[in-house]
């Protein structure tokens, strides 16, 4: 019977000093946090702190060299981003170093180094797009507002980021491009004239005076159309018994909506094409 309670007794005695030991490093660990909690605020503000200061980097960049660079805005963005990113990179190792005190900048590097081939592998899309996203902003194949083509996606350039290129189409939706695609793929730029060319086709009877014929057309194009196109010029392209098939092409500013232009071409020369079915 006494061995019985002794053992009961040396379970409960070893349960209760378990128990003492668990409460002990959670309290220790508890009491570790709280102390390091003063450390992680200062962190915190000092990362908002540096945070701040890539905005304002990027304001005074805007202030001082916007006269400058006015004809390559491309090239402010870029000086605007890396430079807030390099900024903000300083900030996190700053706010590192006061949180974790025995963290060095030496360490961060060399977890880089062990674990570059993974991360490379994991980031390769990523590092790609930025990269081309420098080279797009640095070489300026096209820029914000311009009218591009890449593929089948077509619309206006709103925003070159260094990830991704943001197209606003004439529908009003939004495509976000990654920039590898736009760098490696081929891309047509409607306005990099600061106007785009357009045409269209249609038949009419033949007549005598051809010439007098492509006359009436421009002059009721230039009377009812806006001052948006310039340059018209008609040409026959075919011509039969009947009938001639004539293509009309003019420029078109490069702000304008396709769409809305070729509307008013054609209903201008509706009349001609009403007199073709009553002929």
Request: glycine share 6%; charged share 15%.
């Amino acid at each position: 019977m006494m061995n019985t309670f002794e053992k009961l007794n040396n379970g409960i005695s070893q349960s209760l000093s378990h128990y003492e030991t668990m409460t002990s490093s959670v309290n220790t660990m508890v009491q570790a946090f709280w102390l390091r909690v003063p450390y992680l605020v200062l962190a915190l503000l000092v990362f908002i702190l540096f945070w701040f200061l890539s905005k304002l980097f990027k304001s005074l960049t805007a202030k001082l060299l916007a006269g400058r660079l006015s004809n390559r805005m491309n090239l402010l963005l870029v000086l605007q981003r890396i430079g807030g990113a390099l900024i903000i990179f300083a900030g996190f190792l700053a706010a590192m170093m006061i949180a974790i005190p025995d963290f060095t900048p030496a360490q961060l590097i060399s977890a880089l180094g062990i674990g570059s081939v993974a991360i490379g592998f994991a980031f390769k899309d990523i590092f790609q797009n930025l990269l081309s996203g420098i080279l797009l902003l640095l070489s300026e194949p096209f820029r914000i507002g311009d009218r591009i083509v890449s593929g089948s996606f077509e619309g206006t350039v709103e925003n070159i980021e260094i990830r991704a290129t943001t197209l606003r189409t004439y529908d009003g939706r939004r495509i976000v491009i990654p920039n590898a695609q736009l760098f490696t793929s081929p891309v047509t730029v409607n306005t990099s004239s600061g106007k785009y060319r357009q045409s269209t086709t249609f038949s009419l009877p033949v007549a005598s005076d051809m010439d007098a014929v492509k006359n009436q057309i421009i002059a009721s194009i230039q009377q009812c159309c806006s001052n948006d196109i310039s340059d018209l010029e008609i040409a026959v392209i075919a011509l039969s018994d009947t009938s001639a098939t004539m293509e009309l092409r003019w420029w078109a500013q490069g702000h304008t909506d396709n769409n809305r232009i070729l509307d008013e071409v054609l209903s201008c020369i509706q009349p001609f094409l009403m007199k073709e079915q009553k002929d």
